[in-house]
């Protein structure tokens, strides 16, 4: 595309060194390591970091043009605007030809739930005979059966995001479904992204380091939905805190669709049953009643069931050949995944108040009668930290036994981290502590019986952990199936 073109489609401020503007533009980049010749170079303006520092490094890389938001002391085309953060996803969209206006875009998100959701959405449209793409926390694919491929983050950055829309257009793929992350919409990176649905699943406390407020984290999911325009449909969950809030974020002129257990909605379920097989209930759907048995547990994998039907629903699929796929479901990695049995080992992604509740409450509902409920979890580092003692009350008041040890400290002391914790029990006299993950997981099996649930919290399908200075190498699932097989 040539440098010219892109100028004329963009909104800025003032144009500097423009001598030759009908140099071809090759790539989009914003990280000046990753810079390849001929690509132009946006200064992006975060938290920690400022791109307008690394331009140097850029333009030694091939960069030809920036786009800036105070002038460069580069003899190279700049483009300066207001706003580097918000411009990057008008110029992402524009360079690779708008993809999402050529797609079936639904966007799903909440604070928990949002990778269960997209995948059984893809499930459905794969059972009604169309393809569909996911894109999410464990890194996009393009059909059910496909590996994962890279993510940095559970929405990406705009071109990375707008770049895989195109390939997936190019794919003959029409359909697609993605997590949205409130530090995606509040960031800007799924601007001019054009979204047939959203999907909202829950909001509890999370990201308040980002976000600082439960009112701004509000806001900033809210986005997703007060974009939707005519034509397109939204699906909220009713027994949510936050519904109502949520449902007036919706045009009029868009189509509401709901979701429950307590309250009215358009779908909802009565009668939820769980066992070591799974969840049973009844779904109630326009009056008619409809007997569900699934092989995923907890009443959260009930509600992520209800807002993938009512995504069903909104898409006019058949709701009883929905219902019969969604049955065949085992799970998604990481999220309430069983890796060994007798004690009964479950890892799960778990990392926030109501997150870890969630996942409690579904442990107690297998655990036998002779059996005790053992949780072993941690707090991220550098992360809000006035969630780690309600973290802590949560486990003691839920499991019979707390193992309290490291998540990603990241630049934290894990023993801080720890001590936060602890801060939320009533006695830490029963309380296990070993900062060493590793070491916390073999403690949880030198104590497990037989008839006991153990219960993995925090990372779920992630094969990493963060330290100060470095990531190992660290995967909750692989160390369970080593130590307790």
């Not at 890194?139 to 707008?162: I, N, R, V």
């Not at 048995?293 to 509600?303: D, E, I, P, Q």
Request: charged letters at 25%; one cysteine or more; glycine letters at 6%.
């Amino acid at each position: 595309m040539r440098l010219r073109t892109l100028i004329d489609n963009i909104n800025y401020v003032e144009l500097v060194n423009m001598d030759n503007m009908s140099d071809e533009i090759m790539g989009i980049s914003y990280n000046s390591k990753k810079t390849a010749p001929n690509d132009l170079f946006i200064c992006l303006t975060g938290e920690h970091v400022d791109g307008h520092e690394y331009a140097e490094e850029a333009f030694d890389n091939g960069a030809i043009a920036f786009v800036v938001e105070r002038r460069l002391n580069l003899d190279a085309p700049q483009i300066v605007v207001e706003n580097t953060s918000e411009i990057i996803a008008q110029i992402s969209d524009f360079f690779f030809g708008s993809p999402s206006q050529k797609l079936n875009v639904i966007g799903v998100t909440g604070t928990n739930g949002k990778t269960t959701v997209t995948h059984l959405i893809q499930k459905l449209y794969e059972a009604n005979g169309q393809q569909c793409a996911l894109i999410g926390t464990l890194g996009h694919k393009f059909f059910s059966g496909d590996t994962y491929h890279d993510a940095k983050h559970t929405t990406p950055q705009a071109p990375e995001l707008q770049r895989l829309l195109e390939d997936i257009n190019e794919k003959c793929i029409k359909n697609v479904v993605m997590e949205v992350s409130s530090h995606a919409l509040a960031q800007h990176r799924v601007d001019f992204c054009d979204f047939n649905g959203a999907v909202f699943t829950n909001l509890t406390q999370d990201h308040l380091d980002f976000h600082i407020t439960m009112n701004n984290y509000f806001k900033a999911k809210a986005i997703l939905f007060e974009n939707l325009v005519a034509g397109d449909f939204a699906v909220i969950n009713k027994d949510d805190e936050y519904s109502e809030r949520f449902i007036n974020a919706v045009s009029p002129t868009v189509s509401l669709y709901t979701y429950g257990i307590k309250n009215d909605a358009d779908i909802k379920a009565k009668d939820v049953v769980f066992n070591h097989s799974g969840a049973s209930f009844t779904c109630i759907v326009k009056d008619r009643e409809y007997k569900v048995n699934l092989k995923m547990n907890g009443m959260f994998s009930v509600y992520n069931v209800l807002a993938a039907l009512t995504t069903a629903l909104a898409l006019g699929m058949d709701i009883e050949k929905s219902i019969k796929t969604l049955e065949e479901i085992g799970g998604v990695a990481g999220r309430f995944e069983v890796i060994v049995n007798k004690p009964t080992v479950i890892v799960d992604y778990a990392h926030t108040p109501d997150g870890l509740e969630n996942v409690l409450k579904a442990a107690r509902d297998i655990t036998p009668s002779d059996g005790r409920l053992i949780c072993l979890f941690g707090c991220g580092g550098d992360r809000d930290a006035t969630k780690r003692p309600k973290m802590g009350a949560i486990a003691e008041e839920l499991a019979d036994v707390v193992i309290v040890t490291s998540d990603n400290p990241r630049s934290e002391e894990p023993q801080q981290i720890i001590t936060d914790i602890l801060a939320g029990l009533k006695s830490v006299n029963e309380v296990i502590v070993e900062p060493d993950r590793e070491l916390a997981i073999k403690e949880a099996h030198k104590i497990a019986r037989e008839n006991d649930v153990v219960l993995i919290a925090g990372k779920g399908h992630e094969d990493y952990q963060i330290l100060a200075n470095e990531t190992i190498h660290f995967d909750d699932r692989e160390k369970a199936r080593e130590i307790f097989i």
